[in-house]
């Protein structure tokens, strides 16, 4: 590749890496499967770069991208081998603020969600998407996301036991 068209993609990369790790995170659950989507991914269309960058939304592209490297790793096998009975214990600061706290029973929430409602969740509220490019993105119907993304709100509120986020929220509704 040409020294400026390398120097495009760098620059896009290093713009739009933090989102999308945290969206293929938000997707398998795991910090370094998140990691291994990404990379197939930004693979991808390194090699595809000299066509892809003019495409007309590129971060639309690049984003369904990601979307699908995570769900493909959500299929293979090999993901679903266990290596020990229980997830290795994270450090965690003793005194953890309420923000914590709920970015942890939020996150632990998502991932008691179904594979296609904790989807569909994810890309329309934390990636802020509408239902069509949704719909788009997963190849499915409109009125699937929508039928998706009510049953995972309500899967979340009840797992959340909402007047207990509320409080942890602060009071905020």
Known sequence: MRPELEQDYTQYVTAKLPRLHRIAYQLVGDRHRADDAVQDALTTLYQKWVRVREVQNLDAYVHT?????ALNDRRRLWS???LWDRPPDVAREESASADVERQVLLRDALR????????VV???????????????????????????T????????????VEDFFVLNGGAA
Not at 112 to 119: F, I, K, M, S, Y
Not at 129 to 146: C, D, F, N
Not at 150 to 161: F, P
């Open 150 to 161: 009510s049953h995972g709100i309500r899967a979340l509120r009840r797992l959340l036991n």
């Open 65 to 69: 991208m990601v979307v699908r490297a």
């Open 80 to 82: 679903k081998v266990l």
């Open 112 to 119: 008691a969600l179904p594979d296609g409602q904790r989807t």
């Open 122 to 148: 994810v890309l329309r509220f934390l990636c802020d998407l509408p239902v069509e490019e949704v719909a788009a993105v997963l190849g499915r119907s409109e009125g699937t996301v929508k039928s998706q």
